[in-house]
């Protein structure tokens, strides 16, 4: 048997991991479902998205031209990787310029499949460093040497036990299997190498052609720690990963977090322009096949925003989980593209499909999927061109006697009566035939009979009987005259806000409500947006303020640009007195939001960021489903955001 | 009254010959004259599905020339094969000037047989009857393929005395995906037992199901685990009156 049948058989035959794999695919679709419930455009959407995206691979050279550009332009150092070779090489040399002696740096890394195709880790550890994935699910499997399982749910094919068990043997803790705890337990370890780590390496969800900017979407906070914390910052980015303006971000932003996490927004998208103060930001632009996928009948699939969904509804992935597929991306998007980048040694993986459409019905930008995957069989993710990729010789044969067979009437008819003949021989007493298990079909199911005398052998041309056609009158589908309630803005955001698990607060004076509020959780000390309060009134009443970072303060207090009525966020952008760590490091974000400055949604919002060196969307407190799916709040941003809602 | 060319799939003419005469049985009752062009073999999706797309060209090539020689809408009882029929032969032929209008010629006069009946003919009552639970599998390529959910679900509706039951999981592929139930046995299981297990939790004795691949595949996997569930093509279901 080959490997790949051989990892399946083990996949199937794994309680566990089945176990796991049915909760993930149920919840996923769930929480999918429900979230576009609240999109009733979507479907429109979609097929915009896809415009855009069919645009910028078409267009790829000209927007990465305009791009780079960009980014150059606000400060940004950008690297171009024609292969991992090349990529590897320009990140060991940033990550090794310059910094403290010895030369070994610790580096932290969020959810990057970028690193995965690089195989970067063991490279910057055989350099010397020390990589310390910061995601809660790529800790997990880091710890475990292994590889993420799935694209968004790295640690989906574990349960709690196993991560219990493997912090208590790793991290030295008593055994538990409380997911609050293990994942405080995370916070705690990877805190300290938040703060003293030396680069930050992240991946990249789209880069804005117009503005030259990144766009970074995740939820525990681990993303904004290391683009903002560590004097380095390296971005990893698929060339294909753009999108032409922020509108099409926009755009992109209301189908991602929906497809991928079954939210409206992520806790954090992130929107980051120029380093911040005595920061490098770096981006590397990585190739690696994409430039021959792109220029193959497998073009589409770079279409694809990486949002996991298909792997969700797939009944393959439900089966097997990341693992089995021995490829960096795994699930219907996996199968088409791992042949494409790497070779066609990935080309049986596309065999490994039942062609059922639940991956393009999934996909937020419509990617033919069982098209393209048919095209892998095809042999067309290869130059040479070998039809039939993956597939086994006896069924190849099979296949070729039955063409012969099928473009002529009379060979057909006579195979079939030869195969009647045949199958009557084989089991003269029952309509079935019990086939063994080598043969494939055996291996689960009875084959029936041919018939003795096929339908065409049946059919006797006659006229219709000449009744009256009933015709019904078809049911035209009722109207839903669904008049847009224009719902108030603030009530809107309050609802959203607390589905998020936000709080909010209106009052008349930000900053003596604030002061009541540190006053009942015994806090004497904050860190503060300049402008934000009145620090008069607050050094009156007995409190430190601070304006720089300070991992022991506890609360964090910022203004709000704007509040996001549809979803409850609320924009916080650079500025003097650090408001995006007093927005992150802190267990207690206040929020200071004008009830005037809520808009209705991001895209109307979103062109305000243009001009910040960086910028985060906040939609509720910092959590996790990494364990479990369990929901954990509080990862490492912070695990409480209230908003004063001021007049 | 319309004529309609029949093209009966080959799994039809070779195992369930019973289906196809169903099919014109409930054609013909409605006044549709129904005609089977008799050079007609199988639709190619087998080796296109199995990237044999040289192979499966001339099967494909075949059948259009066959189906050219005659007029009417052509009325396939099968989601899978008529949306071979309908989108895969244009991806077949995408770069072949001579094939691809005739390819979507053919295409465009194509009609799954729920779809006909109720989209073409305007009939969601067909006068037929059915004592007792069924329930309904909706098939991957009918209903994603070529979009077709409704109009077997309103057919089903006004079966007199049919107690239509949710399948649960309902949309999920049975496992079935022609070659991908031999290429891959033990996925085909999977889903096939996950079918099975929905299946009984309706309490439902018998299955409809619009293509004959899930049908075959479905009986069999019962018949391998010595259930008592029956599974019928739905043109059966329509013609017990």
């Known amino acids: ?47 915009r998205a896809h415009a855009v995206r069919a645009d910028v691979i078409e267009n790829l050279d000209s927007y990465l031209e305009q791009f780079i550009h960009n980014a150059q332009n606000n400060g940004i150092t950008i690297h171009r990787a024609k292969d991992a070779a090349e990529a590897v090489k320009i990140i060991l040399d940033l990550v090794g310029a310059g910094g403290r002696p010895p030369l070994q740096k610790l580096i932290a890394k969020s959810k990057s499949m970028i690193s995965e195709e690089l195989d970067l880790n063991p490279a910057l550890e055989a350099a010397g460093h020390r990589v310390v994935e910061t995601d809660l699910g790529e800790y997990i499997v880091q710890l475990r040497g292994e590889r993420p399982s799935h ?27 409380d997911v609050p705890t293990l994942t405080n337990t995370a916070r705690k370890v990877l805190r300290e190498v938040f703060l003293t780590a030396d680069v930050g390496l992240s991946g990249v969800n789209f880069g804005v052609a117009e503005t030259g900017g990144i766009c970074l979407v995740t939820n525990e906070g681990n993303g904004r720690m290391v683009t903002t914390l560590p004097r380095t910052h390296i971005a990893l980015m698929g060339m294909e990963r753009l999108v032409p303006t922020l509108d099409d971000l926009a755009l992109m932003l209301t189908l991602l977090p929906r497809s991928a996490t079954g939210q409206k927004l992520s806790v954090y998208t992130q929107l980051i322009h120029k380093p911040l103060d005595g920061q490098q930001r770096h981006i590397v632009i990585l190739d690696n096949g994409r430039s021959r996928l792109r220029a193959s009948p497998l073009r589409e699939s770079l279409y694809c925003i990486r949002c996991g969904s298909c792997l969700n509804a797939c009944p393959v992935f439900r089966e097997l989980g990341g693992h089995a597929y021995g ?56 130059v040479e061109r070998k039809e039939g990729q993956g597939l086994a010789t006896p069924l190849k ?16 008819a006579a195979s079939q009566k030869l195969a009647a003949l045949g199958t009557n021989l084989v089991s003269p007493a029952s309509p079935w035939m019990h086939l063994p298990a080598a043969t494939g079909w055996g291996y689960s199911k009875d084959f029936p009979k041919f018939a003795i005398k096929p339908f065409r052998e049946r059919f006797i041309r006659q006229a219709a009987e000449r009744a009256e056609l009933k015709t019904t009158p078809q049911e035209s589908p009722s109207k839903v005259h669904t008049s847009a309630v224009q719902r108030d803005c603030v009530q809107q955001f309050t609802e959203e806000l607390n589905a998020v698990g936000g709080h909010i607060l209106l009052t008349q004076d930000a900053t003596a409500s604030i002061i009541d509020f540190l006053h009942a959780r015994n806090v004497d000390r904050i860190h ?29 207090v910022t203004k709000a640009l704007r509040g996001l009525a549809d979803t409850g966020s609320v924009l916080v952008v650079d500025g003097d007195g650090h408001p995006l760590e007093a927005s992150l490091l802190p267990e207690v974000h206040l929020v200071v939001l004008r009830k005037s400055d809520i808009l209705p949604s991001l895209e109307d919002a979103i062109h ?40 | 009254m319309p004529t309609v060319q029949l093209f009966v799939t080959c799994l039809i003419d070779s195992f369930y010959p019973h289906v196809g005469e169903a099919v014109v049985d409930v054609l013909r009752r409605l006044g549709v004259d129904v005609d089977f062009p008799r050079d007609q073999t199988c639709c190619g999706q087998p080796n296109f599905n199995a990237g044999l797309r040289e192979e499966a060209k001339p099967i494909a090539q075949h059948t259009i020339r066959t189906f050219e020689a005659v007029d009417g809408d052509v009325v396939i009882p099968s989601g899978s094969c008529a949306h071979m029929l309908r989108h895969n032969y244009a991806e077949l032929f995408a770069d072949d000037p001579h094939w691809l209008p005739r390819a979507k010629a053919l295409a465009s006069r194509t009609y799954e047989f729920t779809e006909y009946l109720v989209d073409k003919l305007g009939v969601t009552d067909v006068g037929a009857r059915w004592d007792g639970p069924l329930t309904y599998h909706a098939t991957c390529h009918l209903h994603r393929g070529v979009g077709v959910d409704r109009q077997p679900r309103t057919l089903l509706a006004h079966v007199r005395g049919a107690e239509v039951r949710p399948l649960p999981e309902e949309y999920d592929c049975c496992g079935f995906g022609g070659i991908f139930s031999v290429e891959h046995p033990e996925l085909s299981a999977e889903f096939l037992k996950r079918k099975i297990r929905n299946l009984e939790s309706t309490q439902s004795p018998t299955l409809v199901v619009a293509d004959t691949g899930c049908l075959m595949h479905i ?5 391998r685990q010595q259930k008592t569930q029956r599974v019928i093509h739905i043109a059966e279901l329509l013609n017990n009156i």
């Not at chain 1, 199968?335 to 039942?354: C, D, H």
């Not at chain 2, 009986?219 to 018949?223: K, M």
Request: glycine share 10%.
């Open chain 1, 1 to 47: 048997m080959d490997p790949f049948h051989q990892r399946i058989r083990r996949a199937i035959s794994d309680e566990h991991l089945q176990e796991a794999l049915d909760g993930n695919a149920r919840r996923r679709v769930e929480a999918r479902v429900t979230a576009f419930g609240s999109l009733p455009d979507w479907p429109e959407r979609r097929q």
């Open chain 1, 151 to 177: 694209i968004i749910t790295p640690a989906v094919h574990l349960r709690r036990s196993d991560v219990g068990q493997l912090f208590h043997d790793k991290l030295g803790i008593p055994y538990t299997e």
């Open chain 1, 528 to 556: 503060l947006e300049p402008n934000t309060l009145d620090e008069s009134a607050l050094a009156a009443a007995g409190f430190t303020v601070a304006h720089a970072p300070d991992p022991s303060i506890r609360v964090g």
């Open chain 2, 219 to 223: 009986a069999g996997g019962l018949h």
């Open chain 1, 397 to 412: 044969a099979g296949l070729q006697a039955f063409s012969l067979a099928a473009r002529d009437p009379r060979l057909f």
């Open chain 1, 608 to 647: 305000l960021l243009r001009e910040s060196r960086s910028a985060v969307v906040i939609t509720g407190p910092s959590r996790t489903g990494d364990i479990e799916m369990t929901l954990t709040i509080g990862v490492h941003g912070p695990g409480e955001v209230h908003v004063f809602l001021t007049k």
């Open chain 1, 327 to 382: 490829a960096v991306y795994s699930g219907p998007i996996g199968s088409v593209i791992s042949a494409g980048l790497f070779g066609s040694e990935f080309a049986p993986l596309a065999q490994a499909s039942s062609l059922c459409g639940a991956c393009k019905d999934a996909c937020p930008v419509d990617i033919d999927l069982p098209k393209l995957l048919t095209r892998v069989r095809a042999g067309q993710a290869d």
